[in-house]
């Protein structure tokens, strides 16, 4: 389940970089399948593998890593500085920790911000 998860991670994660190249070869169809399969909770890994090598990116079919939590010293109890940020529907692995004055990134299939882990 988590490699699947880890999958549909990937493709959110590059997925506005993948429209862009797909476009330009004229595989714009394949990944807006990968998109609604990805929604459909499928797994989407060999075809993701598959795409990005017809589009001469990396074949590392690795499943994405959830970064671990971060732990800063010296931070008193119940106060913390960083915030975690993952997928808003819990379609994937994705997390992305948040500096000062950064953005929150949107989850590219479900078109959400992504959500604060609470925790």
């Known amino acids: 389940m988590n490699d699947m998860r880890g999958h549909i991670a990937r493709l959110c994660e590059n997925l ?3 429209r862009r190249y797909a ?3 004229g595989l714009s ?3 807006n399948g990968l ?4 929604r459909a909770g499928e797994d ?3 075809r993701l593998t598959d795409l990005l090598r017809r589009l001469g990116g990396p074949e590392d079919s690795q ?3 959830k970064v671990p939590g971060v732990i800063l010293p010296g931070l008193p109890a119940g106060h913390t500085a960083a915030e ?3 997928c808003p529907s819990g379609l994937c692995l994705r997390s992305w920790l ?3 004055g950064e953005p929150i990134p949107m989850c590219e299939i479900e078109r959400f911000r992504l959500r604060r882990e609470q925790g």
């Open 35 to 38: 998109v609604d399969d990805a």
């Open 84 to 86: 975690v940020y993952i």
């Open 98 to 100: 948040r500096r000062p």
């Open 44 to 46: 989407i890994g060999a």
């Open 23 to 25: 476009k330009a070869e």
């Open 63 to 65: 499943p994405f890593r």
């Open 16 to 18: 506005v970089h993948l």
């Open 29 to 31: 169809s394949a990944v």
